[in-house]
């Protein structure tokens, strides 16, 4: 994606604006993110021209005027109150804010004179052209106090500044983080009060075609964030899908209709809705990372991004997430460091970083990591999930989970560390508050796997199978991809008895295991097409199928499997099990890309060498051999399992019974 020099103009021009407006409603977030974007676009050749001081066309955009000239005009009038009001909100005084345009005075006789208009708009406003009332002759017939005659800049930050107000004091209220008190009830207080000024305000501004007269996007972003607490998720995305055709630039936006969507099939649906540019491409290439997608698609979408903002720290994280979710751990921490070898001094998404050098169980780079975050700022929650992380490698479990609450007494939506301290509880062997961190993860985020996955895990250790299979199937539902969800369904439902059901399951994880190894480093593999899917199989999962035909009593199938966990010794190149017709259970996995695995079809063959679960196949093919009076294959199998190390005793009487059979039968010497 290359965009001329006029595109880069008007695409610099959008992102300054949206900084600029982004600001003055105090939406830091928003623009923070819009002036990354902004700075990460490289210098073309006109800026390093000469300046010319007496050219108009160097002016601000924080200058120009509202394109609507009575708000233009409203604003111009009350610049003075505005002024005092941000600066009352900068100082986190949101009632002092919200009280010089909004008094509570004012607003209580608002809301009582319009109680009960309020609650027939809310129905009212969400259907498209069903005898809806022109806005004049609405605003003529709700009775009561009028709405003050303010700008929508106005309206909105005093607005927002109730809905800060609100957060605060539930945050205040809140007890002590997994306290006994602590029941995760509490709610915003002021959500009724700004809903329904809003639901006032829509009323008397909305058309008999749905238009709402003069708005320009804001408060539709507001309402709709206030409808998503209130947990009515469809009204909520209907007015955030408002917002963004009528301002584009607020990020914040998107990212309130990615925390609504929990499913692809969502986020096709809502796309077609929203209107078509860069920052529209860009939430879906986020959504889908937060759904936990991967494939080539992504990747190059991130290409064409990052041609247009090759520094952006924004798209550099998600390219890391996108090799962290593909399971190549490598490349994402490689892209993690480089990343934060260009912006040493920012905290956001260091927790998933903390968590790959975790799992590589790199200590070094997590110690180094934990002293930085601590030297940037410690009280951010990232920083003391970080350092939660460092102190669960050095099997400081206390201590991590005392990082982790830490966090969560900074941001109680911080969803690694619910998660990261449901893992810290399981280590602990405290089950109870462990399933408790699991399910306040869920709550802030369905979409989290791994919280399901824990929430199993937990379920498995009480031994309750039932629930330990709902939670396992949530999680796989999730990552359908990842093999150790399918192994955990399997192994579940081995417990509980259903081997025919176990089978299915864990012939899916070795699709899913088959899905990432043979693909490219994004996952993309053609594990049933054209070439051949068998490469390295997981050989514990290949003894556990073949234990439970074993048990089911077909042993010509159990045989099978066990012969391809001990080819995997030398790569599973002399397996000749029909792995695409034994485990095709969905075949609908990504096309192949351009640089599949032929790169890398030599080490997907190297073997996995000697194992516990080889060597038990081995043990298991040579009695079975014994049993079926193939002696020569049960001498060879024992005599390979004395030189394995693992089963040497056993091995060893196995030689003598199966040589002295031999001899028995005339087939060996007695004297050789």
Known sequence: MVLSSQETSQLRAALQDAVVKCSERCLYQSAKWAAELLNAIPESEDDEEPLDAANER??????????????????????????????????????????????????????????????????????????????????????????????????????????????????????????????????????????????????????????????????????????????????ALEFLVRSVHKYTMNWGCWLEM?????????????????????????????????????????????????????????????NALLAYHAKDLMAAEQQFSQLLSLHPHRLDSLDHYSNILYVLNLRPKLAFLAHLCSSVDKFRPESCVVIGNYYSLLSMHEKAVQYFRRALTLDRSCLSAWTLMGHEYVELKNTHAAIESYRRAVDVNRRDYRAWYGLGQTYEMLEMHTYSLWYYKKAAGLRPWDGKMWMAVGSCLQKMGRERDGIKALKRALLADAYYDV???????????????????DPELLLQIAAMYDQLGEEEEAKAYMELCVAQEDGGAAAEVDLAESIAIHNDSPAASDNGADGEENTANEGTGVTAATSKARMWLAKFAMRTQDYQTANRLAAELCQDGVEVEEAKALVREVRARMEATGMLDPHS
């Open 258 to 318: 990615t925390s609504l969507i929990s499913r692809v099939e969502d986020l096709n649906r809502i796309s077609r809705h929203c209107p078509q540019n860069i920052v529209s491409f860009m939430f879906h290439l986020h959504t889908s990372l937060e759904l936990y997608q991967q494939g080539p698609g992504l990747g190059n979408s991130l290409e064409q991004l990052l041609s247009i903002f090759p520094t952006s720290s924004f798209l550099l994280t998600c």
């Open 519 to 537: 693909g490219s480093s994004f996952g993309s593999g053609d594990i049933l097409g054209g070439r051949s899917a068998i490469g390295h199989m």
């Open 58 to 235: 160097y002016i601000s955009p924080i200058y120009l005027p509202n394109v609507d000239p009575e708000e233009a005009a409203l604003e111009a009038k009350e610049l003075s109150k505005y002024l005092l009001a941000k600066s009352f909100f900068d100082c986190r005084e949101y009632d002092r804010c919200a009280a010089v345009f909004l008094p509570d005075s004012l607003l209580s006789s608002i809301l009582t004179s319009r109680g009960d208009n309020v609650s027939a708009t809310t129905s009212k406003v969400k259907g498209k052209g069903k005898g809806k009332e022109k806005a004049s002759e609405t605003a003529q017939s709700s009775a009561g106090v009028p709405l003050p005659k303010i700008s929508q800049k106005s309206l909105f930050l005093a607005l927002y500044a109730k809905f800060m107000s609100g957060e605060k004091r539930k945050n205040e209220d809140s007890e002590m983080v997994m306290g006994p008190q602590d029941l995760g009830t509490v709610v915003n207080k002021q959500l009724l009060v700004v809903g329904r000024f809003l639901a006032a305000w829509f009323e008397e501004r909305t058309t008999e075609d749905d238009e709402v007269l003069g708005s320009q996007g804001w408060l539709e972003y507001l309402y709709g964030m206030v409808l998503a607490k209130e947990k009515n998720d469809e009204r």
